[in-house]
């Protein structure tokens, strides 16, 4: 996955050497990133000179570009960041336990066995991966990524592994047959069609392929392929070669294996043997004449000293009989690990890596045969950017395990500077970004990035599309109860888990305003309380009370009932202002009251007025409103509703209405109903209080007659 420092654009906004020309026009490009992912939008805009001087807004159509440096996850790709997160997940899981452990706790051996797993884990993943895209099944569509890139990834990784993450009292092991089952597992070298080709031969030795064959099973490790082909050898005509080749045959059957033993003392004794074997055999060889070196078909002897010479683990020879073979430097350091130093620890390795590069080096054209000249030479900085190149992925999963294995030096200044580790995930998290529906991915790790991480994934989470409309979106009852689906529910989770109440409050906010927009002002009331934003929760009650004004009472039922179920969940706000809570509260019972009336409940709306009037709930500018509201009660005819105390209240509050109005108030007090009377004005509003003030009078009149 190569990156890109720039993409060129078909067919171009400018040609070549016309950017000048562009200027002189009075224009210039120009560029917008979109808040959705990492992807731009790219056009020719006239300069700011230019617009300012411009006569008319009439242009000609340009073209947009949308371009990204990324190419969105998909296919099988998609299931590999999936996978691969619940390992990340857990290694952060891990880290976090550290913070409450002593300094040096990951370096303990029971974190190193969790850390050496949770390689162990990635490797698996990268495997499975590389196997599925190997197989030739029908797919929905082509891979996004070929299983050679799924196969890079698998040797970078298993040899980070390997070298990196030993088992607790195994770091001063040697390290060559670790490397060579490794070497033996992603190279295969010779390769099976070779040994085919050679076993189904009658005199297997005429074969041009038969001396490298079997030099490179000796020096791979290979024992009983090169025991089997040494066998042949035994047909041969020099009497000399015969016995040559069995002592060479026990003596590669006999080569100690580090498995093979308890102690890694054992293991050096049983080499020292065995190295005297070979020196033995080398003795009996140079013995042999000149003249007797030879058969009928070659110079058996040298091809055979090759064989001895690694054997006795010469460095000259070893480097030499690989470059013959084709071999890299790969094959030369882990033979050393294996011929020339068995005891070879991993400390060592980049000493011997040094000196062998000096003459092989890695191919400049192969990002992951760079990765490994790295990581054999422990240059973690080298390593980590070019697994970038290769994949970002591979970057910034080596280096959250580098990290946790105290590999990379921390930056000098952590308050200022953003670490390896940091960089390389944030890197990765970015280019997860460039697919949208991986957000909840995205902040995952950038979360796990200090405060840039924190503050990217904030930025990430605010821009995420809602889409309150492709989900049933659920009552305001159970938002109140914390059951929020969808998208939604998905941000308020992440929001939780990483502590961003602020981030959780703005989306509330977000949610609320795209539903007051809609009018379902229940579900924007319950977001705003979700949101702890009072003063929204205030603006929607107006909204609500609007309502009423512009259409009549049936519709504000219909919204005041839906915000009334969030008054009890208010009373144990102390952060809650008092205005907008008495006005919340005026709402519910402003529409109570029009629902008796409608249901000429006359006893409970007459209630209502008042309780309205003496817990002092409504806002000033209601009060001639919730007056005009009382004259047909005052004039029910079967029954007095009020008692005089009652009426005396409602008189009292058209008294100090009509007075405040009279000295200059009547913007606070009548701008309602105002409102509600068509063409209305001053005059008209006090016309109708006066038939309040009528009412009030006959209804004084009536209660005195039947006390009479």
Same mark, same amino acid.
């Given at each position: 996955?190569?990156?890109?420092?720039?993409?060129?654009?078909?067919?171009?906004?400018?040609?070549?050497? %016309?950017?000048?020309?562009?200027?002189?026009?009075?224009?210039?490009?120009?560029?917008?990133?979109?808040?959705?992912?990492?992807?731009?939008?790219?056009?020719?805009?006239?300069?700011?000179?230019?617009?300012?001087?411009?006569?008319?807004?009439?242009?000609?159509?340009?073209?947009?570009?949308? /371009?990204?440096?990324?190419?969105?996850?998909?296919?099988?790709?998609?299931?590999?960041?999936?996978?691969?997160?619940? /390992?990340?997940?857990?290694?952060?899981?891990?880290?976090?336990?550290?913070?409450?452990?002593?300094?040096?706790?990951?370096?303990?051996?029971?974190?190193?066995?969790?850390?050496?797993?949770?390689?162990?884990?990635?490797?698996?993943?990268?495997?499975?991966?590389?196997?599925?895209?190997?197989?030739?099944?029908?797919?929905?569509?082509?891979?996004?990524?070929?299983?050679?890139?799924?196969?890079?990834?698998?040797?970078?990784?298993?040899?980070?592994?390997?070298?990196?993450?030993?088992?607790?009292?195994?770091?001063?092991?040697?390290?060559?047959?670790?490397?060579?089952?490794?070497?033996?597992?992603?190279?295969?070298?010779?390769?099976?069609?070779?040994?085919?080709?050679?076993?189904?031969?009658?005199?297997?030795?005429?074969?041009?392929?038969?001396?490298?064959?079997?030099?490179?099973?000796?020096?791979?490790?290979?024992?009983?392929?090169?025991?089997?082909?040494?066998?042949?050898?035994?047909?041969?005509?020099?009497?000399?070669?015969?016995?040559?080749?069995?002592?060479?045959?026990?003596?590669?059957?006999?080569?100690?294996?580090?498995?093979?033993?308890?102690?890694?003392?054992?293991?050096?004794?049983?080499? =020292?043997?065995?190295?005297?074997?070979?020196?033995?055999?080398?003795?009996?060889?140079?013995?042999?004449?000149?003249?007797?070196?030879?058969?009928?078909?070659?110079?058996?002897?040298?091809?055979?000293?090759?064989?001895?010479?690694?054997? %006795?683990?010469?460095?000259?020879?070893?480097?030499?009989?690989?470059?013959?073979?084709?071999?890299?430097?790969?094959?030369?350091?882990?033979?050393?690990?294996?011929?020339?130093?068995?005891?070879?620890?991993?400390?060592?390795?980049?000493?011997?890596?040094?000196?062998?590069?000096?003459?092989?080096?890695?191919?400049?054209?192969?990002?992951?045969?760079?990765?490994?000249?790295?990581?054999?030479?422990?240059?973690?900085?080298?390593?980590?950017?070019?697994?970038?190149?290769?994949?970002?992925?591979?970057?910034?999963?080596?280096?959250?395990?580098?990290?946790?294995?105290?590999?990379?030096?921390?930056?000098?200044?952590?308050?200022?500077?953003?670490?390896?580790?940091?960089?390389?995930?944030?890197?990765?998290?970015?280019?997860?970004?460039?697919?949208?529906?991986?957000?909840?991915?995205?902040?995952?790790?950038?979360?796990?990035?200090?405060? /840039?991480?924190?503050?990217?994934?904030?930025?990430?989470?605010?821009?995420?599309?809602?889409?309150?409309?492709?989900?049933?979106?659920?009552?305001?009852?159970?938002? =109140?109860?914390?059951? /929020?689906?969808?998208?939604?529910?998905?941000?308020?989770?992440?929001?939780?888990?990483?502590?961003?109440?602020?981030?959780?409050?703005?989306?509330?906010?977000?949610?609320?305003?795209?539903?007051?927009?809609?009018?379902?002002?229940?579900?924007?009331?319950?977001?705003?309380?979700?949101?702890?934003?009072?003063?929204?929760?205030?603006?929607?009650?107006?909204?609500?009370?609007?309502?009423?004004?512009?259409?009549?009472?049936?519709?504000?039922?219909?919204?005041?009932?839906?915000?009334?179920?969030?008054?009890?969940?208010?009373?144990?706000?102390?952060?809650?202002?008092?205005?907008?809570?008495?006005?919340?509260?005026?709402?519910?019972?402003?529409? =109570?009251?029009?629902?008796?009336?409608?249901?000429?409940?006359?006893?409970?709306?007459?209630?209502?007025?008042?309780?309205?009037?003496? %817990?002092?709930?409504?806002?000033?500018?209601?009060?001639?409103?919730?007056?005009?509201?009382?004259?047909?009660?005052?004039?029910?005819?079967?029954?007095?509703?009020?008692?005089?105390?009652?009426?005396?209240?409602?008189?009292?509050?058209?008294? %100090?209405?009509?007075?405040?109005?009279?000295?200059?108030?009547?913007?606070?007090?009548?701008?309602?109903?105002?409102?509600?009377?068509?063409?209305?004005?001053?005059?008209?509003?006090?016309?109708?209080?006066?038939?309040?003030?009528?009412?009030?009078?006959?209804?004084?009149?009536?209660?005195?007659?039947?006390?009479?």
């Amino acid at each position: 996955m190569p990156q890109v420092d720039h993409l060129d654009l078909v067919p171009a906004l400018v040609g070549p050497d %016309e950017f000048n020309a562009l200027v002189s026009k009075g224009q210039t490009i120009s560029v917008a990133a979109s808040p959705l992912n990492d992807s731009h939008a790219l056009f020719i805009t006239p300069t700011y000179d230019h617009a300012l001087n411009a006569k008319s807004s009439d242009s000609e159509d340009q073209p947009i570009y949308f /371009i990204s440096l990324h190419g969105a996850p998909s296919s099988e790709r998609r299931l590999f960041i999936t996978d691969t997160l619940a /390992i990340f997940t857990a290694m952060r899981d891990l880290k976090n336990s550290a913070k409450s452990q002593p300094q040096d706790w990951l370096q303990s051996d029971s974190s190193i066995t969790v850390l050496r797993k949770l390689g162990i884990d990635y490797s698996t993943f990268i495997k499975e991966c590389w196997v599925h895209a190997s197989q030739p099944i029908p797919r929905d569509g082509p891979l996004q990524f070929p299983s050679d890139h799924y196969r890079s990834l698998f040797t970078c990784f298993s040899l980070f592994v390997i070298l990196f993450t030993p088992e607790p009292g195994y770091e001063q092991a040697p390290v060559g047959d670790e490397l060579m089952e490794w070497l033996n597992t992603h190279f295969i070298e010779p390769s099976t069609e070779e040994g085919d080709h050679l076993s189904s031969l009658d005199k297997p030795w005429e074969d041009e392929t038969f001396w490298p064959y079997l030099t490179r099973a000796i020096l791979r490790g290979l024992t009983k392929a090169a025991v089997f082909f040494l066998e042949t050898l035994s047909t041969r005509t020099s009497q000399d070669l015969i016995p040559m080749a069995e002592t060479l045959q026990s003596i590669v059957q006999s080569q100690p294996r580090l498995q093979n033993f308890t102690t890694e003392r054992e293991f050096a004794q049983a080499i =020292r043997r065995w190295k005297d074997k070979v020196k033995a055999l080398r003795v009996d060889m140079d013995r042999i004449p000149e003249s007797k070196r030879f058969d009928e078909f070659e110079n058996w002897w040298e091809r055979l000293s090759d064989i001895v010479g690694i054997l %006795e683990g010469r460095a000259e020879v070893v480097k030499r009989v690989c470059e013959d073979l084709g071999a890299d430097w790969k094959e030369v350091c882990v033979a050393w690990g294996i011929f020339v130093d068995p005891r070879l620890r991993r400390q060592d390795l980049p000493d011997v890596v040094a000196d062998v590069l000096m003459d092989m080096p890695p191919d400049p054209t192969s990002l992951e045969d760079n990765i490994h000249a790295a990581l054999f030479s422990s240059s973690f900085p080298d390593a980590l950017e070019h697994s970038f190149d290769l994949d970002p992925w591979l970057s910034a999963h080596l280096a959250d395990l580098m990290e946790a294995l105290s590999l990379l030096e921390p930056p000098a200044d952590e308050d200022l500077e953003m670490s390896l580790r940091d960089f390389y995930v944030l890197s990765y998290a970015e280019y997860l970004h460039s697919d949208p529906a991986l957000w909840r991915i995205t902040v995952d790790y950038m979360y796990a990035c200090g405060e /840039i991480g924190k503050k990217r994934g904030d930025e990430v989470l605010l821009r995420v599309p809602l889409k309150l409309h492709q989900t049933n979106n659920p009552s305001a009852d159970s938002i =109140r109860a914390g059951d /929020i689906t969808g998208t939604l529910k998905d941000i308020n989770e992440s929001c939780l888990q990483y502590q961003r109440e602020t981030v959780r409050r703005t989306v509330c906010n977000i949610a609320s305003q795209i539903f007051i927009q809609e009018k379902n002002y229940g579900l924007a009331a319950s977001y705003s309380t979700s949101a702890e934003n009072w003063t929204g929760l205030g603006r929607i009650v107006d909204y609500v009370l609007e309502e009423y004004i512009q259409r009549g009472p049936q519709p504000f039922i219909e919204y005041a009932s839906a915000i009334a179920p969030i008054i009890p969940t208010l009373t144990n706000q102390p952060k809650i202002n008092g205005v907008f809570y008495h006005r919340m509260i005026f709402a519910a019972r402003y529409a =109570r009251l029009h629902e008796l009336l409608g249901r000429h409940e006359f006893v409970e709306a007459a209630l209502d007025i008042v309780t309205i009037f003496q %817990e002092d709930v409504a806002p000033s500018s209601w009060w001639a409103v919730v007056l005009c509201d009382s004259v047909p009660l005052l004039e029910y005819e079967p029954r007095l509703l009020f008692s005089s105390p009652q009426a005396s209240l409602l008189l009292l509050k058209l008294e %100090e209405v009509i007075a405040r109005a009279s000295h200059g108030a009547s913007t606070e007090y009548l701008s309602t109903l105002l409102r509600t009377i068509p063409n209305g004005n001053t005059n008209a509003a006090l016309h109708r209080l006066q038939v309040v003030r009528l009412a009030l009078a006959r209804y004084f009149a009536r209660c005195t007659v039947l006390k009479a």
